[in-house]
């Protein structure tokens, strides 16, 4: 007998989802950072065992007024993941229940149940709970049973790896039987591009502030891969000229600090050595340039 299926995970920005999914395949498949609005994509991470395959999809955090076409294609992904999932996990983090959230997760609910897919909804981040939220705790539990009678309810901590063996458990309880989606051994969708795009755009969420994280987008035109090292060549595209003097910085330094931390996280990534050479490019409103986005494989 050999299980497998679609396990899609949706829920606000920064409730920890992109956590989730690097521990759930072990393998940092998908950035992470402490601003809300990272992941972009729909990100497959796919783990297989002699009897069971599972094709876990990160997504983006939900936006409730998406205002750029980007935004707009981000939270197709996520309509995308909530038709084809066989079983949703919802990610959430303690915290009551107020009047907006609720709306929000009927309208995702309603779909989800008028389809029968089962929902497991995980409360994240445990393990910063103190005695001081620990009513609050209790209190978000209550306001999911009131909100959803019987479902099913999951502390976990994704960066502790709390209560991750229950939660394959109980994954592996609801998959169906069917022969595997993907052929064996494959980690995810996304191509060695991707990758490079991610852990450049991973260090600019870490070295820039304010709206630059938000106005960059990577595309890796050179990928060049032999037995001792991978050459690549990358470019930032920002939307304003005074961005791109940011990005790059008093006398290159910027970029300079930025290229040296993406090489270091790509050759964890690749197990490679890598030379990697930036360039940055303005491409003004790219973000709600509908063929723009398309280029940028959105
Ligand atoms: N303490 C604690 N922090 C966590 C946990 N899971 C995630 N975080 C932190 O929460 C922040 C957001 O994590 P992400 O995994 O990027 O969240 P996300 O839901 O993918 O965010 P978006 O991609 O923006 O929607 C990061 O700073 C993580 O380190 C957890 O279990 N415990
Ligand atoms: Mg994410």
Redesign the pocket.
Known sequence: MHKSGFVNII??????????INSLVRENI??????????RHRILGIIDESDFQIIFS?T??IILNPISFMQRMMMQYVEKSLEDADIVLL?TEIGKLNFFKKKYFSFILNSIQKKNIPVIILI?????MGIKNEKLFYDTIDDWHEFIPHSEILP?????K?NQDLLMNKILGLLSEHPPYYPKGILSDKSERFFVNEIIREKIFFFYKKEIPYSVEISTEQFQENEIFIDIFSSIYVERDSQKKIIIGNQGNSIKKLGYFSVKRMEDFFKKKVYLKLNVKVCQNWRSNYKKLKNFGY
Not at 30 to 39: D, G, R, W
Request: charged share 20%; glycine share 8%; no cysteine.
């Open positions: 829920g606000f920005p920064n409730v920890g989802k992109s956590t989730l998908s950035i992470i950072t402490n601003k809300p609005q990272t992941t990160d983006p955090g990610v994240n981040k445990i393990d910063k976990i901590s994704a960066l502790k709390m």
